[in-house]
C-alpha cells in the first residue's frame, strides 16, 4: 500500500530539515507530499523556508536531514532521475543576461539531453507560447521584467518536466501578463504537470491552487485542500458600495457595520449567518447595494490569522 | 549515470563556451595577440638582437615557444574562472546545477572551452611569431600533447580558482600573484643553465618550466628538463586537479548553500 500511495505522489518531503553554516534553522523537519497532477501552493511570509524547501527538491541547497522523494526518485539514491522530473523558476532572476533568448532555452534543453531538433522544437514552441518568440535573437537584458520571468517559465519547460516548481513567478509583472500566465500554468496543469507555486499575491493561489501548505518559522502550520483551508475562515468582511450614502452605519442583526469615511459600507459577517440575511435585511431598510466585494482576500485573511495566531502562541494543527 | 544525455549536456557546455568566447572577441582573442606582438617587437626583436643566440638559436626563435605557451597557459586558465565564475555570481550556474548532467560533465565542459580557447589564441601567437621568426616543429606529437595536456592543467586550476571565488578581485588574485610570475620564472625567455646552481635547483620545483621547455623541446628540439618528467608531473596535475574539482562539486563548495 506504501507504495501505491507514493507512486501517486510527485513529491514527498519527510523530516526535512536544514540549518545553514550560520545556525540560522531555516527548515525544523517539515512533512509534505504534493499529489501527482495538484497545482499546490507553499505559502509563507518572508524568511519562512519556503525558498530552502525547494533550493532542497532541486538540489541548489545541501539539505541537513531528512527525505525527499520526486515521483518515487530519492534525491540522496536517484538523484539524476529525480532531477529530470523536475523544472525550475526560481524567484530571483539567473538567467545569463548577456545570452541570446532563443540560446537559453537551447542550452537548457541540451542540458537535460534533448538532442539539437528537438530541443529547437520545444523553445519555438514554449518561446511562441509565452510570447517570447519574436524577441528570440534579443539579449535577456534587453527584456523586460515580465519577459525575464516569462523566458524562465519556458527554460523550465523545455524538458517537458512532471514537475514544475514556481517560485514566485509573476512577482513584478502587470496584471495583464499575470493572468495570460495564469491562464497558460492552468493549461500545463490540465495537461497533466504537477505544479507546486509560491506566491505573495493570494489571490492567485486562490484562484490557481487546489492545495495549500503554510510554513512558518520552519514549520509546516496548515496544509490541507484549498477548499476546506477556506471553509476554516470563520468571519468574512465585505465592503458595500451604496447607491445612496447613509448618515450612520445601520444596526444589523448578525452583523457588525462600519460606515467608512468614503460612504462605502464595511460589513463583518460570522459564520452563523448568510449574505441573503445581510441582504434582506438592507432591503427592509431601503438600502440600495451597487456592488459588493471582499475586504481583503479570503486566504489572506486566512494567512493572516493562522500566521498571527502562531505568533501569540494559538498554534492551530495542521490539517491533512 | 546516462551517457547519451551527458554527451548532449557536454556538447551544449561546450559550444557555449566557444559562442562566448568568440561573442567577446576584442576581450578573449586581441588582447593576447597584442601583447605578444609586442613581447616579439621589444624582447625578440630589439633586445634579441643584442642578446645574440641562447642554446644555439637565435633569441626570437628561442623565447618563441615560450611565449605561445604563455598564451595558452593564461588564456585557458582565464576562460574558465571567469565563465564559470561568472555564471556564479550571475546564478545562471544554476541552469546546470539542477539539470541531471553529472558534475563531471560541467568540469569537463567548461575545460574544453578553456582549452578550446587556450588553443585558439596558441594558434593566432604562433602565426604572429611567424612574421618574426621561423619556426619548425620537430616532434609534432610532443608539441600538440603537452599544449593539450598544459592547457587542461591550467583549465582545471582555473575552475578550482573560480569555485572559491567569492567576488571578481579573487579571480585575478592567482593569475596576477601565481600564474604570472611562476610563468616568467618558468624560462621563457631563457634557458635556466644561465642561473646559478642554487636557482636552477629552486626552478625545477616550478610546474611551468617543464611546460614550456618540453614545448620547446616539441618545436626546437632542446630543452633544460626530461621530456618524460615533463609528462609525469602534467598527468599527475591532470588527476589531481579532476579529482579536486570533482570533490568540491560533490560537496557543492562555493556553489550550494
Known sequence: MVTIARLMQALSITNLTKTYANGNQALKGIDFSVALGDFYALLGPNGAGKTTAIGIISSLVNKSAGEVEIFGHNIDTELEAAKTCIGLVPQEINLNLWEGVHNIVLNQAGYYGLGRRLARERSEKYLRELRLWDRRDDSARSLSGGMKRRLMIARALVHEPRLLILDEPTAGVDIEIRRSMWDFLRDINDAGTTIILTTHYLEEAESLCRHVAIIDEGRIIEDARMSTVLRKLQREVFVLSLAEPLGEAPDLDGFETLLREDGELEVDKGPAVNLNDLFAQLAARNIKVLSLRNKANRLEELFMRLVENKQNGFEEPAAR | ?257
Not at chain 2, 549515470?1 to 549536456?9: D, P, Q, S
Not at chain 2, 579536486?244 to 557543492?252: E, F, P, S, T, V
Open chain 2, 1 to 257: 549515470m546516462n551517457l547519451a544525455l551527458n554527451a548532449v549536456a557536454l556538447q551544449t557546455i561546450v559550444r557555449k563556451e566557444m559562442v562566448r568566447v568568440l561573442r567577446i572577441w576584442i576581450q578573449t582573442v586581441v588582447p593576447p595577440a597584442i601583447t605578444m606582438t609586442l613581447y616579439f617587437i621589444i624582447f625578440g626583436n630589439l633586445i634579441g638582437r643584442r642578446i645574440g643566440t641562447m642554446d644555439g638559436f637565435d633569441y626570437m626563435q628561442y623565447i618563441a615557444p615560450g611565449l605561445i605557451m604563455m598564451s595558452v597557459i593564461t588564456n585557458s586558465y582565464g576562460n574558465v574562472v571567469s565563465s564559470f565564475f561568472g555564471a556564479k555570481f550571475g546564478r545562471h550556474i544554476e541552469e546546470m546545477l539542477v539539470s541531471p548532467m553529472s558534475n563531471a560533465t560541467i568540469i569537463i565542459g567548461h575545460v574544453a572551452g578553456g582549452v578550446l580557447r587556450g588553443v585558439l589564441v596558441g594558434l593566432l601567437v604562433t602565426i604572429i611569431a611567424l612574421f618574426f621568426t621561423k619556426l619548425e616543429v620537430r616532434h609534432p606529437f610532443i608539441t600538440i600533447s603537452i599544449v593539450l595536456l598544459s592547457s587542461v592543467v591550467f583549465a582545471l586550476a582555473g575552475f578550482i580558482n573560480a569555485v572559491f571565488a567569492k567576488k571578481f578581485d579573487d579571480i585575478s588574485i592567482v593569475p596576477t600573484f601565481v600564474l604570472t610570475p611562476l610563468t616568467y620564472l618558468g624560462g621563457v625567455f631563457y634557458s635556466i643553465s644561465l642561473l646559478p646552481e642554487f636557482w636552477q635547483k629552486v626552478s625545477l620545483a616550478n610546474p611551468i618550466l617543464y611546460m614550456v621547455n618540453a614545448f620547446r623541446y616539441g618545436i626546437l628540439g632542446t630543452s633544460d628538463i626530461s621530456i618524460g618528467v615533463a609528462y609525469a608531473i602534467l598527468v599527475v596535475f591532470v588527476v589531481m586537479l579532476f579529482v579536486g574539482c570533482q570533490q568540491l562539486m560533490r560537496r557543492g563548495v562555493g556553489i550550494r548553500e
